[in-house]
């Protein structure tokens, strides 16, 4: 069975998509699906055309994207949650209190992935070992100021805006990355 990442962002047409593609393409080889929605998503909407842009750039084909609300049977059956914004992460938990050990902000779940200890054998299931592990690093973490946490918003700026918003959710991928095959 392969465990999923669902990504959460606002209105699902930015950030959470293009952490989707982004993420499909960087944790290609290991046992994880992935997914998006939005908290205040209306249905069936097309991704944003720079997001779509810089989606493409996986080797991907994001036109057939379509945007989704976030239901509660998407956060519990998730293994991780990974939200924009901690207002997000706050709107999800709400949705799902059952889901709160595996909810946290992209850029809080990847300095957890820095800091946590790698599991020590093999479980059959990486994605549930490693949030276990982020989750124990949880006490070590100081608590960060909100910009630490928040993925900026890039709607309504530049290619250039979402282009860096790509370039910030690539780097937070990378140690989640890390630490699921560590725990394979």
Do not use: W
């Not at 992935?34 to 909407?45: C, D, L, M, N, Y």
């Not at 049977?73 to 997000?88: H, P, S």
């Not at 799902?96 to 479980?123: M, Y």
């Not at 276990?132 to 100021?145: E, I, M, V």
Request: hydrophobic share 50%; proline share 8%.
């Amino acid at each position: 069975m392969v465990d999923r990442i669902l990504f959460v962002c606002h209105a699902n047409l930015c950030r959470s998509p293009m952490a989707e593609y982004l993420a499909a393409d960087l944790l290609a080889k290991l046992p994880v699906a992935v997914a998006s929605a939005g908290t205040h998503a209306v249905e069936g909407r097309p991704m944003h055309p720079y997001a779509a842009e810089v989606a493409a750039g996986t080797g991907a084909v994001p036109a057939d994207f379509r945007s989704r609300r976030v239901a509660p049977g998407q956060l519990l059956e998730a293994a991780l949650v990974l939200t924009a914004t901690r207002n997000q992460r706050s709107a999800c938990v709400a949705l799902a209190p059952a889901a709160l050990h595996r909810v946290f902000t992209l850029r809080q779940f990847a300095r957890l992935a820095e800091l946590a200890p790698r599991p020590e054998a093999a479980t059959g299931q990486p994605l549930r070992a490693a949030v276990r592990a982020a989750a124990q690093a949880r006490g070590r973490l100081q608590p960060a100021a909100p910009a630490d946490d928040d993925l900026a918003d890039p709607l309504g700026g530049p290619l250039a805006d979402f282009r860096q918003c790509a370039r910030v959710i690539e780097r937070c991928v990378l140690p989640v990355a890390a630490l699921i095959e560590a725990a394979g």
